[in-house]
Nanobody, 130 residues
């Protein structure tokens, strides 16, 4: 059973930086083949892909966050730490950020589709204010 636990959500001002993190565990050494990612859901909006790393180590970013957000994946035994470093945040970056995982190693032509992921964390709130 995949377990995902997010942390780091906070209230920040426009233009500032924030790191949110997720601990992924529960599937033994198979975790090394999982694709992992961050999604977000703004008020009244659907859940959209922000940044994803697939099981072969390729990184994908939504156009709106390219050059501002950096995704990193750190391995420690059968645990993966997934960090999202957010820089120069904007008000539209506000929302609940969800960590997600799938046993699929590759994600085809649309790696940021939420339908590709079957395991989800509880979310962490990010609020950006001016």
């Amino acid at each position: 059973q995949v377990q995902l636990a997010e942390s780091g959500g906070d209230s920040v001002q426009v233009g500032k930086s924030l790191r949110i993190s997720c601990v992924v565990s529960g599937v033994g050494d198979a975790i090394g083949r999982y694709s992992l990612g961050w999604f977000r859901q703004g008020a009244g909006q659907g859940r959209e892909g922000v940044a994803v790393v697939d099981g072969v180590g390729r990184f994908f970013y939504a156009d709106l966050v390219k050059a501002r957000f950096t995704l990193s994946r750190v391995a420690s035994g059968n645990i993966r730490y997934l960090h999202l470093d957010m820089e120069n945040v904007r008000s539209e970056d506000s929302g609940i950020y969800y960590c997600a995982a799938t046993r699929k190693m590759t994600l085809g032509s649309a790696p940021l589709r939420r339908e590709s992921f079957e395991h989800w964390g509880q979310g962490t709130q990010v609020t950006v204010s001016s």
